[in-house]
């Protein structure tokens, strides 16, 4: 848990609700959690404090206030690159995709990205990020009802996902 949170995730704090299922993602973990959990990622094991409002300027353009980055080297930059290895793998990728590889690619980018679907199909995740972007999707119902079965990630999330990605990149 150490690391887990190093790299942003607050949201494990109830022991009682998880055991090594935490490993695979048998966690509930806040979207916003995962994005900056990932951007670690994406900036070679760096976090920055995420921000939502870089600057305020007044009416005649003055800067009041502005953002720092506030950045700590969390994981050593080898592991991160492992893993990013295995996250941009097309081809490790694509029997999993098979028709649906084409919303995982982008041409001219080296795009990482992970899937995740509960087993109840109650929630569908797609996170996928470079080093200048990182993207998450949820899918799921508001009410905590499960989706089709056929609503896994790869048919809930990851067209959301690619169609932001593209858009983006």
């Not at 797609?126 to 993207?135: A, D, N």
């Amino acid at each position: 848990l150490t690391l887990v949170r190093a790299m942003g995730i607050s949201t494990l704090n109830e022991r009682n609700r998880y055991g090594l299922t935490l490993a695979l993602g048998g966690g509930e973990v806040k979207l916003i959690d995962m994005i900056k959990a990932y951007s670690v990622l994406s900036q070679d094991g760096v976090l920055h404090e995420q921000a939502t409002i870089l600057s305020v300027e007044d009416k005649n353009g003055k800067t009041l206030e502005s953002y720092r980055d506030a950045k700590e080297q969390v994981v050593n930059s080898g592991y991160v690159r492992m893993v990013n290895d295995i996250l941009t793998d097309t081809g490790a990728r694509s029997p999993l995709f098979q028709s649906s590889m084409g919303l995982t690619i982008f041409p001219n980018h080296e795009v990482a990205m992970k899937t995740g679907t509960t087993n109840d199909y109650r929630d569908a995740w797609t996170f996928g990020y470079t080093p200048s972007l990182v993207v998450g999707v949820w899918a799921g119902n508001n009410d905590n009802k499960p989706l089709e079965q056929s609503g896994g990630s790869i048919l809930a999330a990851v067209p959301i996902w690619s169609a932001f990605m593209k858009e983006a990149l």
